[in-house]
């Protein structure tokens, strides 16, 4: 896989989505919007946070934060033009601006130490070398400035090895990395990123989640021959359970220049 075809494919997303162009499954979005907000919400932000969202996607999360936060001035950016049409349309503030962007072109884009906090939410594993996800995670530390935040949400090896174990346990097929992610190692994670940042922590705030809608629930389409469906009561359900286990690859990460 190339950076251009990645490009090309979330392209086509937004082109044929506008309510799910960046991820099918809305409450996980919305679970993913609520943990990065609640991280932002904790953090000792200066009184008007310069926040950057890289990988913004349609702007979704975009929108929450700036909701939340209305003394942020936030900045928008993403490679796919066809996605920032759609994250344009969904912004009513003037604090919110949006712009085309490549998270391994961040220094080159923005001067060090531009931003309090900056967040991620499956941007990285877009990034198709390993390489270029830990080079991005500098320009990430280097764009902040002194005590501000990373906060990001990305998937792990870990948490997808679990979910597969599970799965099998009871005849259910692995759910496939997609073609276009590379998911983190979790402990090479943890090391490269501490040479960057400090108190770097890793939560597993979707494992319920996963629980819930990929196990129990797929077992019971299986047994019922139906196929799944994200609209089912169980996936609202799920989104509002607290977290237990590790049955998630996509996790919470929390760090601090």
């Not at 870990?158 to 997609?178: D, F, H, M, W």
């Amino acid at each position: 896989m190339t950076n251009d075809e990645i490009k090309r494919y979330w392209d086509q997303r937004a082109a044929e989505s506008s309510h799910a162009a960046t991820t099918n499954d809305l409450h996980l979005r919305g679970l993913e919007a609520a943990a990065l907000i609640s991280e932002l919400q904790a953090f000792d932000l200066p009184k008007e946070p310069r926040i950057l969202d890289i990988g913004c996607g349609d702007g979704e999360t975009t929108a929450a934060i700036s909701r939340r936060f209305p003394s942020a001035r936030i900045q928008g950016i993403d490679f796919s033009p066809e996605m920032l049409t759609l994250a344009k349309r969904k912004s009513d503030s003037n604090r919110v601006a949006f712009s085309v962007g490549d998270v391994r072109n961040l220094t080159n884009q923005f001067e060090a130490g531009a931003f309090d906090a900056i967040i991620t939410n499956r941007c990285l594993i877009n990034l198709p070398h390993k390489e270029e996800q830990y080079d991005a995670l500098k320009q990430i530390s280097e764009c902040l400035a002194p005590g501000g935040y990373f906060v990001g949400t990305e998937n792990f090896t870990s948490g997808q090895a679990s979910l597969t174990e599970l799965r099998k346990s009871i005849n259910l097929q692995e759910i496939p990395v997609r073609w276009h992610n590379l998911y983190f190692n979790e402990a090479e994670f943890v090391e490269k990123t501490r040479e960057l940042f400090r108190d770097v922590e890793l939560i597993n705030f979707s494992s319920t989640y996963y629980l819930v809608t990929r196990v129990v629930y797929s077992a019971l389409c299986m047994s019922e021959g139906i196929e799944p469906a994200y609209e089912h009561p169980l996936y609202a359900i799920a989104a509002a359970l607290p977290p237990i286990g590790d049955f998630s690859p996509i996790k919470l990460i929390r760090a601090r220049v």
